[in-house]
């Protein structure tokens, strides 16, 4: 038996193969096959994480499955997909099953709350590495693009910025902190939840969206640049958690600014929408505007412009498209 | 520019992005976007190429992106897949501009030939590793499985075996050959030809197919156990190339039985159809048949059961679905 007959193994407690919606073919064949409703596209996204790169060379296998997957499935999010399905393509120094059965189990637990089936995948031996490919699901024209911002729309994000870069120091070990806040930032590292129902919500009303990988000021200036006009930050409605606040002290901002590996949605939203989108999803908040121009700026309470933190915040380098 | 920019940038001769049909978004956003036609499925299958596992540690970065690329979209060839895209997700240990632009076009010249178009990808780095996730499409119903093949069925294959196993000590330089006929394995073993016009012509006449990748003996059992069925191979037909007869003597039948990443098809067609499949796939050769019963056997010319070559012959170990 295969590595990757094992996962599926220890992966049956979840919708694995076949019975999920959409998925013709499960694994076991040259290809799975996968089906859509009439009228609808299908999202594709693919991303790596390798050791010693996107995480620690030695990760809790049950936490690293959950991340693999989380990081995966926050492209469909961003696009407004409905999630459909999953390959896994895993390297690994040698086949352990008390390690592949933790993460399996780290993975099937985020393939449940994401409703994403294992459709198929590879296994092979060689330095610990994972690529996950998403597919999901959604009506011809309703994706949401980094490319349709105007001038006179709001720049919202979906929630607190910045925890998972104030975890690194302790996903790193590099400090020793436990209690509820520790505790909770390293959660939001280890297992960020992908703001799929955001992104279903912001179909027909937003007007670009991103989920957040390179850090805030990075990432709204690819909205910036596809979109054509310039993106206002407001400093201090940038939201931030009372854990990050109490952990990274006087570095939460600049975690929040320049940390990557978020995961949390940014978008543009005409003012009219506004209300029902916040109705729907509370933790929207508001932290600027679209305007004419270009690029990014960082606004103090007066509405000067602040001179930015430098990039390179020290992570992992997360790089996604 | 990150290095998956600078791919798509060389790549830029081949039908990289949004231009390609059934490509309603290409590289750049959070997704990409796939369209299908109306009654039509996705095709999907994900492959990975670890570095010192399945190709030397240090290759030639073009035949490498073609060898990539050919593993992958021989799974649309076995389930009779229209190709339409791929993703690719590329670990590099850094980025070496001459390098990535051999890999370019090898990976471009294999795209062009077999009609793929590249729609997103990640680049990180690490140990040199490859994932390329391949999508095709083809009318709902009419996928190759494996596991239709029924008794009386005519076994074939699309072409000679071997050669890629034959090809293995030229590719680790354990042997120094030149010539004709060292050439043309080598180029069997880094440019496989995906068989997918065969795969198209399949449709609807064979009734089980799979693309060879663990060796002719390992891949028939994969037919027969998805099946329910026993596959008889006569030895005697089994198609052996003449630089694989020169180049390995002895062992060529070994090679051919044994020896993996051959990337021909297998398939079980119903006799009635041989002639058109011929016809149109003149290298088609029927080496055996389905019967009755469970497992592969390998016949010599009076029919007896002739004990198998064990399985292990020296390669990099690929393993695939």
Known sequence: MG??????????AAPCAQAA?????????DCALLQLPAGEQLAVSTDTLVAGVHFPASPDPFLLGQRALAVAASDLAAMGAMPLGFTLAITLPQADEAWLQAFARG?????QGCRLA???GDTTRGPLSLTVTVFGRLPVGQALTRSGARPGDLLCVGGALGDAAGALPL?????QELGEQAGYLLQRYWAPQPQLALGLLLRGKATAALDISDGL???????AAASGLALHIELARVPLSPALQVIAGTAARDCALAGGDDYVLAFTLPPE?????QAAWPATVVIGRAVAGTGVALLDDSGAVIQPPRAGYQHFGSSGD
């Open 3 to 12: 590595e990757f007959e094992l996962i599926c193994r220890f992966f049956a």
């Open 21 to 29: 919606e959409g998925v013709a073919l499960g694994i076991g064949d």
């Open 107 to 111: 993975l099937s637990q985020m393939a």
């Open 118 to 120: 294992l459709v198929g």
């Open 171 to 175: 996903v790193l070990d590099q400090r």
């Open 217 to 223: 000021l990075a990432d709204c200036g690819h909205i």
């Open 273 to 277: 929408h506004l209300a029902a989108v």
